[in-house]
């Protein structure tokens, strides 16, 4: 079967640096996704990656080893307004998006 | 603003009923998708359909159908509500299969 692992919650502090993993398992692979979505609100995109390596957005960036089937996001100088769940996403080989059961982040003053 | 419209926000059911979900994107998007998310499941595909006249069957299909006429409207019906229906419904769409989704705000239904 097809699986994606996230850990379910993760507090950090204010200003402070985190790091979201995600592993995953699935029929074939292109791409992976990272979303955000505050509580009672839509996903709204945060970055995607197809190739092995890091790509940086402000202060989020996301890392992906396809030979290990894990990814990362890495958020830096971290706000009250990051606290959100952070959904992990895999395509498939029939394109068809598979969904982590995301990571609630607490961020803390 | 260009987007995806859900409608209704919410609605509380009584078991038995029919309900139709609506849900409109003026992006021209040509993949739609109906999820539903229940918490510490994560979102799960219903239905999608890849371009107008076309859908399929998601994760989790059964009590529900969809149709797509055009390339803008893309409802979802039960045909007969049940509790375990209660959840929050996305509608999303996206442009081509390289490409990330959009969604709509949801509509939270509760099946009484």
């Known amino acids: 079967g097809q699986n994606i692992d996230q850990p379910t919650e993760m507090t950090a502090t204010e200003g402070a640096i985190v790091q979201i993993n995600c592993t995953y398992q699935t029929s074939g692979f292109n791409g992976l996704f990272w979303y955000q979505q505050h509580a009672g609100e839509a996903p709204t995109f945060l970055s995607y990656?197809?190739l092995d390596g890091l790509e940086e957005k402000g202060r989020f960036s996301s890392f992906l080893s396809r030979s290990k089937g894990y990814s990362y996001l890495l958020l830096k100088e971290l706000q009250m307004k990051d606290s959100a769940s952070y959904l992990c996403a895999v395509k498939d080989s029939n394109y068809q998006l598979i969904w982590g059961a995301g990571t609630k982040l607490i961020i803390k003053p | 603003i260009a987007g995806i419209t859900q409608a209704p926000t919410s609605q509380i059911l009584a078991a038995g009923r029919r309900m139709t979900l609506r849900c409109t994107q003026d992006m021209r998007h040509n993949a739609m998708y109906w999820y539903r998310q229940d918490l510490g499941l994560g979102l799960r595909l219903i239905h999608y359909?890849?371009?107008?006249?076309?859908?399929g069957k998601g994760e989790v299909p059964d009590g529900y159908s969809v149709s797509r006429a055009n390339t803008d409207d893309f409802p979802l019906t039960l045909a007969s509500a049940v509790p375990s229906q209660t959840s929050v419904y996305f509608c999303?769409?996206?442009?081509?299969?390289?490409?990330?989704?959009?969604f709509g705000s949801g509509t939270r239904l509760t099946v009484v």
């Open positions: 990656n197809v």
């Open positions: 999303a769409s996206s442009q081509g299969q390289a490409d990330g989704y959009t």
């Open positions: 359909s890849n371009t107008a006249g076309t859908t």
